[in-house]
């Protein structure tokens, strides 16, 4: 990625304490010391924006205006990313990220105006390319809803119950250092029309390419988009067929796809 006027660039140490405590919070029993090399998507657990509370809006997240431009949609949720790694993501080695803004798009939804923005991350260790990212947020207006007629899932050659509560998404959203109140505060969710906590799509994400890793090895390529929030409490599933990987809620409800290799 060239550096230019729309870049941003963030270094990062990639701190060995924090990759043990995202290990914990994961369950995953890997070694994280100097070297070691991290799971899938553990690169969201850091290049912190460090923004104080007076920069942040009253959804938690920082106020858009800088490298992301203010839409005019205070509302935000990820919807979907598209990583390739060319080398391991490795703890406590020094790391360079630059972003930019690879495209905005608008569009009317069910639920009133949205906008897709995507940003594009390249990030190096010691001088080389590890994982190139495509990350898509979905911003939207206040007091609407993402709800949508819910899609059943399709029969799985492999399913894994996946076991999430109160602490795993309080330890996500610490580690990424992510205030979104959607995961923390439950009278701000019934009041944008949630039935209660959101679990982290970035984490659904990265147990689904944990589980991916399992039966194919390290990840060349994970393609996945958001379907439908999983809540704090409902009955999930990690599930396969191929190289199709998807979150099963419950009465099979989709909440998210995706495609490995």
Known sequence: MDEGPNTEVTTDRVDPARAEALLATLGDDRHSGVGGILPPLAHLAFFW?????????????PKLGGLIPDLGLPLRMWAAGNLKWHGGFRAGV?????SRIANVERKE????NLAFVTLRHEIRQRGTPVVSEDQTIVYREAGSSLSEPPVVTDEADERRPL????????RYSALTFNAHRIHYDIDYCRANGY????VH?????????????QSLGPLKTFVFRAKAPLFLGDVAWLCRSGSSYWVEGPRRRL????EAH
């Open 163 to 170: 076991k999430l509560n109160e602490i795993t998404l309080f």
């Open 49 to 61: 924006e460090p923004v104080p509370e007076d920069g942040l809006g009253h959804d938690g997240h």
């Open 195 to 198: 039935d209660n906590l959101v």
């Open 94 to 98: 020094q790391a360079e990220r630059m």
């Open 109 to 112: 939804g069910r639920s009133g």
């Open 255 to 258: 909440c998210m796809t995706a």
């Open 201 to 213: 799509g970035p984490l659904l994400a990265t147990h689904l390419a944990m589980f991916a890793e």
